[in-house]
């Protein structure tokens, strides 16, 4: 537990293989915000590109580490989590980067707001090969009926975006009440089926501060996006019943809700972003149910 004053403790995981050339801007992306109750564990997969060398240069900054055959990106997750105890979680692919004030800024969140369970930002950032910025992409808020319908999948129905990864951070007891584990089965989408899990046992809350963003280079799996998105598919269809989806239907409680405000509790869900409240310093939580 967290005593009073004290910052949690955050623990990331990075699963790494064959990404050298920009495996060391991540680590230092993690490394080099001098947060002082990190937890940072990088499993690498047996690479054969010096990654292995990459990361024992910076082993007395790390809590673990190992180089070996694993079962693929998820299972190297999952080994990982295996050694770590922190209040807050979360993972970073060894070719992505988090901004320089991304932990003091989900600790404080988390600290200040205990109604959040798990945090995203809506702001999503783009790397380009060199780690510079290519671009800025603003995500729409997200609500539990709209993620299991798959309106957000592919930006259906006028959404944009997507519950970004790499901004994501998690309680640890919403990870052990979803299951402890990423489903290690799946080769694209096992972020997504995580999150199909948690919107089971809680809200997630968005803010508007960059955490992070993906890298775009020429060999990553955010290339084969098709896979993705059909590996999601079957992960929705599990949820069939988790949200109303018959089209009359739908259409009938969106009116209701429309002209009485009636209906978003038990036909929809809430959307939830925190806000920074100027005269206490100090962040808050908000929230309006949604059809």
């Known amino acids: 537990m967290t005593a009073a004053g004290q910052l949690p403790r955050i623990s990331i995981v990075t699963p790494s293989y064959n990404h050298a050339p920009f495996l060391r801007e991540t680590l230092a992306s993690v490394l080099d915000q001098a947060y002082p109750n990190l937890e940072y564990v990088?499993?690498?997969?047996?690479s054969a590109d010096g990654s292995a060398d990459i990361i024992r240069q910076h082993?007395?900054?790390?809590?673990?580490w190992a180089s070996e055959p694993d079962g693929?990106?998820?299972?190297?997750i999952n080994k990982g989590f295996a050694h770590c105890t922190g209040d807050i979680m979360g993972w970073l692919n060894s070719d992505d980067k988090y901004c320089p004030w991304t932990f003091q800024t989900v600790a404080k969140?988390?600290?200040e707001v205990p109604q959040v369970h798990w945090l995203t930002s809506?702001?999503?950032?783009?790397?380009?090969?060199?780690g510079g910025l290519l671009t800025t992409i603003y995500s729409s808020l997200h609500a539990r009926a709209w993620f299991y319908r798959g309106w957000t999948l592919q930006n259906h129905k006028g959404f944009k975006g997507w519950i970004q990864q790499e901004a994501t951070f998690w309680r640890r007891e919403l990870w052990e009440k979803a299951g402890g584990r990423v489903d290690a089965s799946l080769q694209y989408a096992g972020d997504y089926e995580l999150w199909a899990r948690f919107w089971q046992h809680a809200d997630l809350t968005t803010t508007l501060s960059p955490l992070g963003g993906f890298r775009v280079h020429a060999v990553q799996k955010t290339e084969r996006m098709g896979e993705y998105y059909a590996e999601a598919e079957q992960v929705l269809a599990r949820y069939r019943d988790q949200t109303l989806r018959h089209p009359v239907l739908l259409w009938l409680a969106q009116q209701l809700f429309?002209?009485?405000g009636r209906g978003g509790r038990r036909f929809g869900?809430?959307?939830t972003h925190v806000e920074f409240n100027?005269?206490?310093?100090r962040f808050q939580l908000a929230h309006r149910y949604c059809i």
């Open 42 to 46: 990088v499993i690498d997969g047996g």
């Open 109 to 111: 969140i988390f600290q």
């Open 72 to 76: 693929g990106q998820y299972d190297a």
């Open 258 to 260: 429309k002209r009485t």
């Open 278 to 281: 100027w005269q206490s310093h």
């Open 59 to 64: 082993a007395d900054r790390l809590a673990y």
């Open 269 to 271: 869900s809430r959307q």
């Open 122 to 130: 809506a702001t999503h950032l783009v790397w380009d090969e060199r």
